[in-house]
């Protein structure tokens, strides 16, 4: 059976069914077969009628004796039932369900699931789940026949006109095709990693008999999603490695000597160490394709201007692309500090700036107008990308079209966002990695306080004596208030209503900023410019700032509702501070009474590496909400877990084996198949 037959070939689904299920992006058979329960109601104690307790969940099987609709006085209509099993009976109730009348007459058998509520001496089944069934049932023997009842009761994910109830009639009825459909991993696959066949699954996750069938299946099914991705990453690197060719650059070891020389400082073990590994990519014929990862403050930008150095050296442009218009600012005026003593010219291009070529210049930085439409480049063979997730794959093409003639630029793209292991190995497979996890010597870590609502006056003090006709600068950022990143006007609303009030009642006496992502640039860049200048006292933010301000005065970074964000959230905002050679400080504001949020957030008072608190939050509050709304771009898993680090390495083994195997396997196939779809 072809798994990639549309939908519509079943004959219950017609072409109605087949627009529906497309909102649930099901199109074909397999995903149809994938789309797996999220959970499942144990209806699976099946009792009779006379030992019934009430509170207790369960299924009862009998016949209809007695049936009919009620109008209650607010003329809502409920529909009263009685059943017997031929020892006992028992009144059920359900509400605004008028058919049922008819399709439960007198006599029917059925087979009721639900909660037995009591009233007095009275016991009653409320709005339980009903099926037929077609004999007089032995009262007390788990009848696997039922679908909706009786049974572990799978509830799936669910659109307009497809219930969870219509999705579990199907699988019934495709019963002996799931049976048979052929494995496309080997057995011997399966036995090492201890996986269930495929056939078995299917039945399992939609038919199970009991949790743990339903537990392994899902362990397959997690296993396949996970595999899916490390295909589909090893796939493109692959493509990358064996399509495009790239300059290489010649590495003149004495320049680059005369570079680092040239700094006022000496690099890190880590820099030197990803240094060595960018400088071994772009001396290949193939293009680089690599990932900086590295906490805030570790000094990526000048890895990055090396090696914009060397593009230059080997008589190429480089361009650099930063999220926002205020960090591609920030990373000109460093470029051009480091690269201009060096004889490279450097140059800004925004938005506000309509250019349609990119001549002269050696290094050009900028925003998303550097991949716009009709912007060319006269010889790219360096492109940067900062803070990664916020372009994505997409964003990495299209600068690596940028380029004139069949040659791709070299790539490297760098990221603060701290990434726990697993999820850099799934995110981000077909990119290589280097990592700068050290911290350049001499910088004073900064103190990290949970902050107490009774302590919010003295704090309030505190910070002014701190920043009061002093060149110590502070940042308040208010609290996520939209479940998305994106910044909405709520969270605007609120950045202005705190604006007021700390201006009027609190911080009179100081000068105050109020930044947002709904300030106009020209303001922005002011209010920047007064940052900078320490013509601004308190900086009041949206959490949006998130992203790479630098301001090497502002000392003190207090965050409003801390415990709406995530560790490494915080994280990321604490690290605008410290920036300088001063003692920096990081305020965590938390008006929650619980116990479990505010232990959540002492870790950060003991913990400074990034990396650790994001696997800290993967742990703690799981991977939903560390990336809650794909926040980074990053895979939304449907079955596997971030957190399962054993299945997410053997899938990876198992990828990199079928990759590397010459025999096409059909996963590959019709993975390659998607893969096209999904990058045009
Ligand atoms: P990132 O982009 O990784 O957040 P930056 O590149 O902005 O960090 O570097 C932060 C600061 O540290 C900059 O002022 C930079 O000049 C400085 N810096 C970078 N590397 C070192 C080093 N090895 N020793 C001391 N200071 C460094
Ligand atoms: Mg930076």
Redesign the pocket.
Known sequence: MDLNLPVSSLPFVGPSYAKKLKKLKIQTLKDLLYHVPHRYEDFSQVEKIQTLQPGETVTIKGQIVAIKNIFTRSRKQIQQATVSDGQDSIDIIWFNQPFIVKTLPIGTYVSLSGRVEASGRKRTLISPKYEKISHNPQPTTYNQTTIHTGRLVPIYPETEGISSRWLRARFHQLFNVLNQIDDPLPSGILTRYHLLPLAQSLSQIHLPENFQQAQTARRRFAFDELLELHLRSLTRKKEWKEEKLAHKFRIDQEKIFGFTNSLP????NS?NKAIREILNDLAKSQPMNRLLE?????????VAALACYLAHLNGFQAAIMAPTQILAIQHFQ?LESILKPLGVTVDLRTSSQRVTSHGSQDVLVGTHSLVQKGVSFKNLGLAIIDEQHRFGVRQRALLSEKSTGSLSPHILTMT?TPIPRTVALVAYGDLDLST?DEL???RIEIKTWVVPPQKREAAYNWIRDRVKNTDEQAFIVCPLIEESEKEGMKSIKAAKVEFERLSKKVFPDLRLGLLHGKVKNKEKNEIMERLKKGDIDVLVATPVVEV?I?IPNATIMMIEGAERFGLAQLHQLR?RVG?GTKQSYCLLFSDTKSENPLKRLKNMERTLSGRKLAELDLEIRGPGELYGTAQHGFPELKVASFADVELIKAAQEVAEELINSTESSTYLQSLLKKESIALN
């Open positions: 400082f000496s690099l890190t820099q590295g906490d805030v403050g570790s000094g990526k930008t000048v460093t603060a700068l350049p010597k001499g790479g630098d690290g920036r």
